[in-house]
C-alpha cells in the first residue's frame, strides 16, 4: 500500500505531502491510502481523497446537485464503463453504483455516494475533512465504509 504524507484537519487548508509513486488507475479505482491525522482512509485511482455527505444518510441516493456539484464533484464512471474498481485494501462487496438524475453512474462504497472536493489539488490533501458544506457535514472515508470524523 502506497503511503501519503499529508497534514489534514477539518478544513484547515492544510497542504499535502510529497505525490503518491504507485497511484496510476482510473480515478473510478478505490483505494486505501494512509493519511497524517487521519489514517486510513479512501482515495480514487489518481491518490486523491473522497468523501461522504452526511444528508446522504447513507442510503445510496446523493442529495448533492447544482452548486454542490461543482465544489463537490461525485465520483463518476465513464461512458462504458460499469463498476468502480476495488484497489488494494478496499471490500469489493462495499462498492457499488447509483444513477443521478442526469443519467450518469456515481460510485458508492458502503452505500454512501462518494465525491472529491474541489479544493483538494493534489493527492493527499483533505482539507474538506469535518466541513459543513452546502446543507451538511463532509468526511473523509474509512475502508469499512463509515465516516471518520
Known amino acids: 500500500m502506497a503511503a501519503l504524507a499529508a497534514a489534514c484537519g477539518g478544513g484547515s487548508g492544510a497542504g499535502s505531502g510529497p505525490p503518491p509513486?504507485?497511484?496510476h488507475g482510473p480515478a473510478y479505482r478505490i483505494e486505501v491510502?494512509?493519511?497524517?491525522?487521519?489514517?486510513?482512509?479512501?482515495?480514487?485511482?489518481?491518490?486523491?481523497?473522497?468523501?461522504?455527505f452526511v444528508p446522504d444518510h447513507h442510503?445510496?441516493?446523493?442529495?448533492?446537485?447544482?452548486?454542490?456539484?461543482?465544489?463537490w464533484p461525485p465520483l463518476l464512471l465513464p461512458p462504458g464503463v460499469r463498476a468502480p474498481e476495488?484497489?488494494?485494501g478496499v471490500r469489493a462487496s462495499l462498492l457499488?453504483?447509483?444513477?443521478?438524475?442526469?443519467g450518469r453512474l456515481q460510485v458508492t462504497y458502503?452505500?454512501?455516494?462518494?465525491?472529491?472536493?474541489?479544493a483538494d489539488t493534489a493527492p493527499g490533501m483533505a482539507t474538506g475533512q469535518g466541513l459543513d458544506n452546502l446543507g451538511g457535514l463532509w468526511y473523509v472515508v474509512s475502508p469499512s465504509g463509515r465516516p471518520v470524523r
Open 110 to 118: 458502503g452505500g454512501w455516494p462518494l465525491y472529491r472536493w474541489f
Open 21 to 23: 509513486a504507485s497511484f
Open 33 to 52: 491510502a494512509q493519511v497524517d491525522g487521519l489514517g486510513r482512509i479512501l482515495v480514487d485511482g489518481k491518490g486523491d481523497t473522497v468523501y461522504l
Open 96 to 102: 457499488g453504483t447509483i444513477r443521478r438524475p442526469d
Open 86 to 88: 476495488a484497489g488494494h
Open 59 to 71: 442510503r445510496s441516493v446523493s442529495r448533492c446537485h447544482g452548486i454542490c456539484a461543482l465544489e
